[in-house]
């Protein structure tokens, strides 16, 4: 009885986790630029009906990129179904200027939801991310860039 105690917290715990469904991360950007033309692309399966979902932007920087955010597009899509676009901006200071990615050494991570709670049907994905830099041919001192559809049920 007593081990079926000190095991509840522990279940508790466990059914509030974040299970990764797919993660995929780029690196090798030439001159640690992300080209605005080059839009990253992708692709994963989804094996089973998830009725909540997250999708994270995972993207590394050089310490003190000289920006504090990122816009970038977003299209998720489902093979033979619906399609969404939308914009958002990866923020990697906060409103008093602080850093809000994780650095170690020179590189800087953040992990940012981009999409939350949102259904995934069984099936095939393809999400593409799209650098919206404004009047910039590139965004300088990118590391690395990449999605994680993680599920918290």
């Known amino acids: 009885m007593r081990k079926l105690f000190l095991l509840l917290p522990l279940l508790i715990v466990a ?3 974040q299970f ?11 001159n640690n630029r992300w080209e605005k033309n080059d839009t990253k692309s992708f692709s994963f399966q989804i094996n089973e009906d998830v009725k909540k979902g ?9 310490y ?17 179904g619906s399609e969404e676009t ?4 990866l923020l990697l200071k906060d409103e008093q200027g602080e850093n809000i990615t994780s650095c170690m050494g020179d ?22 991310l799209t650098n919206k830099v ?15 559809v993680e599920t918290a049920e």
């Open 134 to 148: 404004g009047l910039l041919l590139y965004l300088p001192n990118v590391v690395a860039l990449g999605i994680s």
């Open 64 to 80: 003190e990129p000289g920006y504090d955010k990122v816009p970038v597009e977003v299209t998720f899509k489902k093979e033979g």
């Open 107 to 128: 590189v800087c991570d953040l992990e940012q939801v981009v999409k939350e709670n949102f259904n995934l049907e069984k099936g095939n994905y393809t999400v593409t």
């Open 20 to 30: 990764g469904l797919y993660s995929e991360t780029i690196k090798g950007f030439d």
């Open 86 to 89: 939308f914009t958002t901006d």
């Open 15 to 17: 059914s509030c986790t």
């Open 54 to 62: 997250n999708l994270l932007i995972l993207f590394s920087h050089v």
